[in-house]
């Protein structure tokens, strides 16, 4: 695989676009006071790693927190800053390496600094420098959020992995790409070693874009929770809870303090009788927080800043089928609506007229990118269902989700 920087990481097939709320400053607060601790309030915050930037565009410009970040992928920091180019706060997004730059002069103290899939990606060198940035950077009571691979979960995977790497190195030196690389060398391993079909067929469901970065760069060290925790303690933190009710034994996403301070159950029931919560809008919105203590109500630049990232988001959605939120200035986080529902958001701003035509819309694009919808799990597969499915998601669209969205400061 080409290397140019030696640190073996992929750089020729781009990362997903995936948001994570967890980054959410006001998730995060949510999550710590209600695991018993006082969260920070969060005026500078930092996200490492950050792909193709859908978080941090969201965070760093409907949010109310100054953000910044950085990914040493040129195209990744290019596509980031095209999601909130023209925002009036945007986040700084840098296109360095770790070394770089933590060895920048300009940082700030953080209250939030945030890497969603790094960790286990990294070297161990990296990941010490990243200890030590914590260490010197992340202010005294402020908050880390870290996801990672584990064991035992992946103990499995350890073995098919090297299976795959070396097989689609030969691809590679036989002249195939890196994605058909991939691809072969999964097909050719289910067919000679059925004892991993399993893993194997799972891989197959994957993007090219996810398998590459997963496992194919030099480094990948899922670990147990517990030295992560050794690991981390250099730099202060420790953790205070999960993202998830119930941790996986393959990857967690957990919240760290430093310096952690427990809030006594008076202090604890006061400040969570704050938190209002709000539901989203219809089916496949997610629960959203919101925190008046912590949050102010949406301020215009970050509702000009959605509708300016949200135009981008829909347009991305028409060539792409990887994204599924848009930017919600009422929490200063992404909305989870589902890819099929962003086309319909996009018929509508292209000016299409009513729910017929959005639904015709949406079948247009994902006849174009060699889609079908999924409705509870199920592949739909006729015409006939799908333009029934498009025309019953697109009149609910109209009546539920389009006048919530639209009180929410998601869509004019
Ligand atoms: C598995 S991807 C996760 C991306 C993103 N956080 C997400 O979950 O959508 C890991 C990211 O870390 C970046 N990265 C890895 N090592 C890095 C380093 N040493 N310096 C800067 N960025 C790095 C990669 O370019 C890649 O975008």
């Given amino acids: ?65 100054a953000w910044q970040g950085t990914d040493f992928n040129a195209e990744h920091a290019q596509s980031a800053r095209s999601l909130c180019e023209a925002c009036e706060p945007q986040p700084r997004i840098y296109a360095e390496s770790f070394a770089e730059y933590f060895a920048r002069p300009d940082l700030p103290d953080f209250d939030f600094i945030a890497l969603h899939a790094v960790w286990s990606w990294i070297s161990p060198e990296n990941r010490a420098r990243l200890v030590n940035f914590i260490r010197q950077r992340l202010r005294p009571g402020g908050a880390l959020y870290l996801s990672y691979n584990c064991l035992p979960g992946w103990q499995p995977m350890l073995e098919v992995r090297e299976r795959l790497i070396e097989r689609a190195g030969v691809a590679q030196r036989d002249g195939l790409p890196l994605g058909a690389a991939i691809r072969q060398a999964i097909v050719e391993l289910d067919r000679l070693e059925p004892q991993y079909d399993v893993i194997l067929h799972s891989l197959k469901k994957r993007s090219v874009g996810y398998l590459a970065h997963e496992f194919f760069n030099r480094d990948w060290h899922p670990m147990e929770p517990a030295a992560v925790a050794t690991e981390l303690a250099v730099a202060g933190v420790t953790r205070v809870c999960s993202v998830e009710k119930q941790p996986s034994i393959t990857f967690r996403s957990e919240y760290w303090l430093r310096d952690a301070s427990a809030l006594d159950s008076t202090t604890q029931q006061a400040d969570l009788s704050r938190v209002e919560t709000l539901d989203g809008s219809g089916v496949s919105a997610e629960r959203l927080v919101l925190q008046p203590g912590w949050g102010s109500p949406a301020l215009h630049a970050q509702q000009v800043n959605a509708q300016r990232i949200n135009g981008q ?21 992404g909305l989870e609506l589902g890819w099929v529902t962003l086309l319909l958001c996009s018929a509508r701003r292209q000016g299409l007229e009513g729910p017929e035509a959005w639904a015709d819309h949406a079948q247009q694009r994902l006849a174009a990118l060699g889609q079908r919808p999924i409705d509870r799990g199920v592949v739909i597969d006729s015409g006939a269902m799908v333009r029934r499915f498009l025309r019953e998601a697109a009149h609910r669209f109209a009546a539920q989700t389009l006048p919530r969205l639209q009180a929410l400061g998601v869509l004019d």
């Fill in 1 to 65: 695989m080409p290397d140019p920087r030696g640190d073996g990481y992929v750089d020729e097939i781009p990362y997903t676009h995936g948001y994570h709320a967890a980054m959410n400053p006001r998730r995060m607060q949510w999550a710590v006071l209600q695991a018993g601790y006082r969260p920070p309030e969060v005026r500078n915050a930092c996200e490492l790693g950050f792909g193709r930037g859908v978080s941090l565009a969201i965070h760093g410009s409907v949010g109310t927190a």
């Fill in 313 to 333: 988001l829909l347009a991305l959605a028409e060539r792409c089928v990887e994204p599924s939120v848009l930017a919600c200035p009422a929490t200063g986080g």
